[in-house]
Structure formats: structure tokens, C-alpha cells
């Protein structure tokens, strides 16, 4: 009598009912960047149980795992941890149970296909190269992926696949693309220091209010009159804050936001240049400023061939219609970039839209489909033990 061994498929209908168990607790118990203490502490929890060798506090509180040889080439997945300062507003059952802290961006997804696949391989009688699991921690501040590589966390490696949910796409599919993914981005601190005076009497001080307006206004003109619009520039002002009493004109404002861009040299260019249409518009108003640029990640540039890689396993396991080559970078960023420095990499977009779309991330409505979770793990099973180092 012959046995037959269970596919990949198969595998996976047995453990995702508590996959999802174990996601919908991380979504009711969600950590800050750089808080992620309890999570971290269940996942190498789980990564012991399935055989994995655990390393915690990596990265602060990250977690590295591997399995298979301990010599020779390396394949990694980076697969992140944290939410976010947002007020849950779904209404689920799991909802969070922190007030002002949610997953709005799918990082307990994310967390729980890491998980997946780690059970997955772990039940493979042999493996041809090691396999390391990155969980990292605080991708919402653009610093994780820093202290997790600080930490040796790619050292070794020859590959490295990344995931992340996408709103835009329907649940059972997923999005790839071949070189630029993703923006480059900053943070734009700007103080303008103008001098206080009456309210009724503005020609008496420099109006720190009308001149921070003018500066949001003028940097957008800028934009498109003295840059290449084929090279697309994104600056928003998320915050602004200044002024003591509706009648007195404020000495001091400050606008903080952030700088997308998905050429690289552009980028580089970029703090100064703002830098300097931000001290011509203040200097003309009779007020000076001061301006910081903080770099928060540059653009995750996908590898071809493991871009390939993944396009070949998704549409062998769900099928070509399911698979969709993004035509259009996004203006998001990413800190899964950083790990891209040492070691190419390449990360997909995992579709999560229900029957009547997905709120977008980083709203408290956002509540992606649980049926991602499998798609995500299959795939990328599937192409961690297709994978074969190149000569």
C-alpha cells in the first residue's frame, strides 16, 4: 500500500484555522514600535515548539529564527511586528483591546505568515540551504529594519523575501514588481520664527502663522515650476503647531511632514533644495527658519530574478489570473529597504480586499480578509524551498 504525501495545500488547511486564532489575538493585543515585548515573546514561543532555532532581542526586540544547515547559503524572510497610534473603529470581536492602538497596517498578518511558514518548513524532512525568519520590530518608525541589521541580522544571507498586505488588490491574489516598489522618503521639520505683536497691529511683527502658510503653498508651487515633473515630488504637512491667544500674533510656528520620491538622486538633492526655497520665502517675509530633513528610508528596490521567482510559484499555486505585475511603484515607504543594502531582495504585495473593498491602511476601519493569511503563507513557502542559491 502506497501513501500519498500532503501538499503544500493540504499542509496548510491543517494549521491555518490556528494561524488565524493566533493572529486575531496579536490584532487584540497590539504593541508600539519598540514595545513589541509580548509579542515577540509569542512568536519565539511558537518558533520553539516547530524546531526552530530562536534568538531573541535582535533588533532591540526583534526575534531571528533558523532551521536547516547552518553552512552555506542562507535564504531570509522579513516579516514585521508593530501597530500603530490609531483608534481600532471595525467593530470586530478581537478588536484591540488597547485604547489608541491598532494593526492598521496588517503587521499581525504579516507576523502570522512568518509563523506559517515556519511550521510549514519545519515539517520538511530535509532542507537544502538554512532558512532565517526576521520578525522585526518598529517598521512604523522607519528604525527596526536599522537595528535589526546593526544586530547581524542579514550577515549571511544570499536572499531575502519581504510581504505586505495591499488594500487595492482582492484577497487571493497578490502584486509583484520588478525594480522600484516603493518611494523613498523623509521626515521635514520647519520652524519659523517671525516676532509676536497685537493682533489688531499685524504691520508691527512678522506673522509666523501667514508665513508658515505661505511656505506650504509655496513649497508645493516650487515643486511643480522648479523640478522635473517626470520625477515625482510629494511633500505633506501632517502637523502645525504655533500661536498662545487667538489675538496675539505668533512669534513661532512649527510644520512637521513628509517627502516622497521615487528617484533616488533626486532624493539626495532634495534637503537642500528645500532647505533653500524655505529660507526664500521666510528671508522675503522678514522671518528666519529652521529646517531638518531626517531620512527616513530609501526606496525598496525588488531583484529581477527573485521577483521571477515569486511570479513562477504564486501562479503555480493560484493560478495566472491571480497574479498581477504592478505597472506603477508606490509613493509609501518601507524600511525593508534597509536590508537591501547587504543582500538582494524582493517584496510582493498580498491582496486583502474583501466582496466590498478594504479600508486603507492606517485607518481605524482597516480590516483586511483573514483568507490573505493562507495566500500569503503558501506563496511564500513555495518559494523559499523553490529557491537555489546562483552559482
Same mark, same amino acid.
Given at each position: 500500500m502506497t501513501t500519498t504525501t500532503p501538499s503544500l495545500q493540504e499542509r496548510l488547511e491543517v494549521i491555518l484555522p490556528e494561524l488565524i486564532e493566533l493572529r486575531r489575538h496579536l490584532h487584540a493585543h497590539p504593541e508600539l514600535s519598540a514595545e513589541e515585548h509580548q509579542t515577540a515573546a509569542l512568536i519565539s514561543g511558537e518558533l520553539r515548539q516547530y524546531g526552530w532555532r530562536v534568538r531573541e532581542g535582535v533588533?532591540?526586540?526583534g526575534v531571528l529564527a533558523e532551521i536547516g544547515p547552518e553552512i552555506g547559503p542562507k535564504l531570509g524572510l522579513r516579516v514585521d511586528m508593530d501597530a500603530l497610534p490609531v483608534e481600532e473603529r471595525t467593530g470586530l470581536?478581537?478588536? +484591540?483591546?488597547?485604547?489608541?492602538?491598532?494593526?492598521?497596517?496588517? #503587521?499581525? %498578518?504579516? +507576523?502570522?505568515?512568518?509563523?506559517g511558514v515556519a511550521r510549514l518548513l519545519a515539517q520538511e524532512s530535509s532542507l537544502p540551504v538554512g532558512m532565517r525568519l526576521l520578525f522585526q520590530p518598529a517598521e512604523e518608525i522607519a528604525q527596526g529594519a536599522r537595528w535589526m541589521r546593526a544586530d547581524g541580522a542579514i550577515t549571511g544571507l544570499t536572499? %531575502? &523575501?519581504g510581504v505586505h498586505v495591499f488594500p487595492e488588490l482582492p484577497v487571493g491574489s497578490i502584486g509583484v514588481r520588478s525594480g522600484s516598489l516603493t518611494a523613498a522618503a523623509g521626515e521635514l521639520e520647519i520652524e519659523v520664527i517671525g516676532e509676536g505683536g497685537h493682533g489688531a497691529r499685524p504691520h508691527q511683527a512678522v506673522d509666523a502663522i501667514w508665513i508658515a502658510s505661505r511656505v506650504v503653498t509655496g513649497l508645493q508651487e516650487a515643486i511643480s515650476r522648479r523640478l522635473d515633473a517626470l520625477h515625482p515630488v510629494v511633500v505633506s504637512f501632517g502637523k502645525i503647531e504655533g500661536g498662545k491667544a487667538f489675538n496675539v500674533i505668533a512669534d513661532r510656528v512649527t510644520l512637521l511632514g513628509t517627502v516622497r520620491c521615487l528617484c533616488a538622486d533626486l532624493h539626495e538633492r532634495l534637503?537642500?533644495?528645500i532647505e533653500e526655497t524655505v529660507q526664500a520665502i521666510c528671508e522675503g517675509f522678514g522671518a528666519k527658519v529652521r529646517v531638518r530633513y531626517r531620512c527616513i528610508a530609501p526606496s525598496v528596490r525588488n531583484d529581477p530574478s527573485l521577483t521571477a521567482l515569486i511570479e513562477r510559484c504564486a501562479i503555480q499555486q493560484l493560478g495566472a489570473q491571480q497574479v498581477q505585475r504592478l505597472e506603477q511603484p508606490s509613493l509609501g515607504a518601507e524600511? &525593508?529597504? =534597509? %536590508?537591501? #543594502?547587504d543582500v538582494p531582495g524582493t517584496m510582493f504585495r498580498l491582496g486583502v480586499a474583501g466582496p466590498e473593498g478594504c479600508a486603507p491602511l492606517h485607518s481605524g476601519f482597516f480590516n483586511p480578509e =483573514?483568507?490573505? %493569511?493562507g495566500v500569503g503563507v503558501q506563496v511564500l513557502t513555495a518559494a523559499m524551498l523553490a529557491w537555489t542559491p546562483t552559482p
Open positions: 533588533g532591540r526586540t470581536p478581537y478588536a +484591540s483591546l488597547r485604547q489608541g492602538v491598532m494593526h492598521a497596517c496588517g #503587521h499581525d %498578518l504579516h +507576523s502570522c505568515i512568518g509563523l536572499a %531575502l &523575501f534637503p537642500a533644495w524600511d &525593508f529597504a =534597509e %536590508l537591501l #543594502h =483573514e483568507r490573505a %493569511l
